[in-house]
């Protein structure tokens, strides 16, 4: 398949995208947090469980992987690369190398790893990445424009050597939800941030068909005491949307951020409601969730081997209503 059909398989109907890609530290931290030693094996088992989870294919098009997965092996000796192949699911991989303080910019943040990146994107391509992923970390309350510039270069470069490499590139400027900032920042914050990354993606050549978004939506701040509730943040989600990202894009595949699945499903559903409402968006909308797929999984298992079907159980459940809700609303709360 060449990138356009990658992107729009991607964010086929009623599929959406796992994000099970945290880093070696990050992976690690969320073991230890539910008793679990962490371990190149216990992460392994770990991420085996979610790839093996019976009927995944039905709502996941996609598992976005990091290195050191990528690297291993399933039940059988099959690679993950492999093994989600067979299970009829592409692998991505996570190819930033995190982030660093931008120098001037008021405690913003770089992402950093373009340095080597050609011939990572050939490497990983080699071992059945079809897709790749690069994240950067956006704190709206006092948002620098350098925090804007350099990120946005940043995921324009790596696009563009993706698309060279023949990888779609998951593009994710992710404003984060943490703070007790309300709407209008989170809002402010991701339009200029979008508008950037769009920007900067034309002007270093970057096809917008063979690329899907992952984007924060527009929520409040988790410390805000008002928050906002599906149908606002439907309204501003879509209304920054469609003054940012190009037609051409297929697909917006929405991070979760810190909410819980019920929330981000409700959004979602909400988001897709209300752009049915306005006339056919140009762009499908779906999910690339990390955490609101995964965390009532990793509680469940905590390590122990007998708990994995109830595990997978739960994966399965979150993962079937996410994809619902990336048809349409899917509970009485949606557009409440
Ligand atoms: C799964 O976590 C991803 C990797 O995080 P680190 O590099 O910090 O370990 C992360 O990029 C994730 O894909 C996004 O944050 C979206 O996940 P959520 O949980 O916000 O949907």
Redesign the pocket.
């Known amino acids: 398949m060449g990138l356009h059909q990658v992107a729009a398989a991607l964010v086929a109907p009623g599929k959406g995208i796992l994000?099970?890609?945290?880093?070696i530290?990050?992976?690690s931290r969320r073991l230890e947090a539910v008793g679990v030693v962490p371990s190149a094996d216990t992460r392994r088992d770990y991420r085996r469980l979610l790839l093996t989870t019976p009927g995944l294919d039905s709502w996941v098009s996609g598992i976005?992987l990091c290195d050191e997965t990528l690297g291993q092996d399933l039940p059988g000796g099959t690679t993950f690369g492999e093994g989600a192949a067979a299970f009829g699911i592409m692998a991505g991989i996570?190819v930033?190398k995190?982030v660093t303080p931008l120098p001037f910019a008021d405690g913003g943040l770089v992402t950093e790893g373009l340095d080597g990146l050609r011939g990572r994107l050939e490497a990983y391509r080699e071992r059945g990445a079809v897709f790749a992923?690069w994240?950067a970390v956006l704190s709206p309350a006092g948002l620098h424009r350098r925090t804007v510039h350099a990120n946005a270069h940043a995921l324009a470069r790596y696009a563009a050597l993706c698309q060279e490499a023949g990888i779609v590139p998951i593009v994710?400027p992710?404003v984060l939800m943490d703070g007790g900032h309300g709407l209008a920042v989170c809002r402010a914050a991701t339009a200029s941030a979008l508008g950037a990354v769009f920007a900067e993606l034309d002007a270093m050549g970057v096809d917008p068909r063979g690329i899907v978004l992952k984007p924060n939506m527009i929520i409040s701040g988790t410390q805000h005491e008002d928050q906002a509730r599906p149908a606002e943040v439907a309204r501003e989600t879509l209304h920054v949307l469609s003054a940012t990202v190009p037609p051409a894009v297929p697909g917006i595949a929405f991070?979760?951020?810190?909410q819980s699945n019920e929330q981000a499903c409700a959004n979602l559903a909400a988001i897709n409601a209300r752009a049915a409402t306005d006339g056919a968006p140009p762009w499908r909308l779906t999910f690339?969730?990390?955490?609101?797929l995964v965390s009532d999984a990793l509680r469940t298992w905590h390590g122990v081997a007998a708990n994995a079907e109830e595990a997978q159980n739960r994966l399965a459940a979150n993962c079937r209503r996410a994809g619902e809700a990336s048809k349409g609303p899917v509970t009485a709360a949606a557009g409440a």
């Open positions: 994000a099970a890609d945290e880093s530290a990050t992976m976005i996570k930033d995190g992923k994240r994710e992710e991070l979760s951020g810190g690339s969730f990390g955490r609101a």
